[in-house]
């Protein structure tokens, strides 16, 4: 059974860091894409970052420009996932998810809908 486990989601102030951890099991993933999306109350889930990985390598990434320059995401190994994040605000709050998708579905890293897996979510709450 495969599954996606988030922690590093906590309440901080204006201006901290934090740093997201995701780790897979059940399977190895090492043609799969794994990255980060986010939902707020009463918005639609939000793509974060995408990384892509071959064989022992991380060989791209991407990040939208409303998180580029404050987020850096990075992929440890074939199953584990990291989001750095700095000088946050308010308006990141969110549940954060992890999710892995096989290209052989499809590329469009960027939609929700072109991942197969997903964990639970970790809370960010940023708030003074």
């Known amino acids: 059974q495969v599954q996606l486990v988030e922690s590093g989601g906590g309440l901080v102030q204006p201006g901290a860091s934090l740093r997201l951890s995701c780790v897979a099991s059940?399977?190895?993933?090492?043609?799969?894409?794994m990255g980060w999306f986010r939902q707020a109350p009463g918005n639609e889930r939000e793509f974060v970052g995408t990384?892509?990985?071959?064989?022992?390598?991380?060989?791209?990434a991407e990040l939208p420009d409303s998180v580029r320059g404050r987020f850096i995401i990075s992929r440890d190994n074939a199953n584990t996932v990291s989001l750095q994040m700095k000088s946050l605000n308010p308006e990141v709050t969110a549940v954060y998810y992890c999710a892995a998708a096989d290209p052989k579905y499809g590329t469009t890293w960027s939609s929700a809908s072109n991942y197969q897996y997903w964990g639970q979510g970790t809370q960010v709450t940023v708030a003074s």
């Open positions: 990384t892509r990985w071959r064989v022992d390598r991380m060989y791209g």
């Open positions: 059940g399977r190895i993933f090492n043609t799969y894409s």
